[in-house]
């Protein structure tokens, strides 16, 4: 099985940085989502990481290390529009199931004026 | 390009009662997974569909089925429904392994009294 932990919430101010840290333990290991939820709505992509390194697009970057089991997603110059649930994935590569993500729980992240 | 469609988007059941959900996967993907997300918590694998076949299961119940059609689309159907079984259902579709993302629909809202 696995495990994906990632902190339930955070607060930020408008045009600041958060960092949202996700730590999993698997048995195998075949690539780490980060996904956006806005209340009531699809969760929407926003980076794979499967190589060691860091990841930027636009004001997102994602981070992944496999040896300590660790990624962050990094949000930059924080809008209000990204008060959302951030989902940490991870894919199993002990299976064919491609489309098997283990979702943590989510991450709340409040974005205040 | 169209998304992930899924309907209906709520849906009131009794328990003991049975239900259909589905979903129309995004234009050209080829792969159709299901989850169950309650209420404050991350997505769970139901199971995947890959050239109309299940392709991967997560701990659910045999009460748990799908189908796929040869455009893709899919269907989740619950018989014997829970008080439990009460969660948005999501349905997510990509092309192959994807590695570039899963398109994940709006979700149906079950609710089961």
């Known amino acids: 099985g696995q495990n994906i932990d990632q902190p339930t919430e955070m607060t930020a101010t408008e045009g600041a940085i958060v960092q949202i840290n996700c730590t999993y333990q698997?048995?195998?290991?075949?690539?780490l989502f980060w996904y956006q939820q806005h209340a009531g709505e699809a969760p929407t992509f926003l980076s794979y990481?499967?190589?060691?390194g860091l990841e930027e697009k636009g004001r997102f970057s994602s981070f992944l290390s496999r040896s300590k089991g660790y990624s962050y997603l990094l949000l930059k110059e924080l809008q209000m529009k990204d008060s959302a649930s951030y989902l940490c994935?991870?894919?199993?590569?002990?299976?064919?199931?491609?489309?098997?993500?283990?979702f943590g729980a989510g991450t709340q992240v409040v974005v205040t004026p | 390009e169209t998304g992930v469609t899924q309907s209906p988007t709520h849906l009131i059941k009794t328990r003991g009662q049975q239900v259909t959900l589905r979903c129309s996967s995004q234009?050209?993907?080829?792969?159709v997974s299901w989850y169950q997300q309650a209420l404050g918590q991350g997505p769970q694998f139901i199971f995947q569909y890959y050239r109309e076949e299940e392709n991967g299961r997560g701990n659910f119940p045999p009460r748990f089925s799908g189908l796929q059609f040869p455009n893709y689309s899919s269907e989740l159907n619950v018989n014997a429904l829970e008080l439990d079984d009460s969660a948005l259902y999501l349905c997510?579709?990509?092309?192959?392994?994807?590695?570039?993302?899963?398109?994940f629909g709006s979700g149906t809202r079950l609710t089961v009294v």
């Open positions: 997510a579709s990509s092309i192959g392994t994807g590695n570039d993302g899963y398109t």
């Open positions: 234009s050209g993907h080829n792969t």
């Open positions: 698997t048995s195998g290991f075949n690539g």
């Open positions: 994935a991870v894919r199993d590569s002990e299976t064919d199931s491609w489309g098997k993500l283990q």
């Open positions: 990481n499967v190589l060691d």
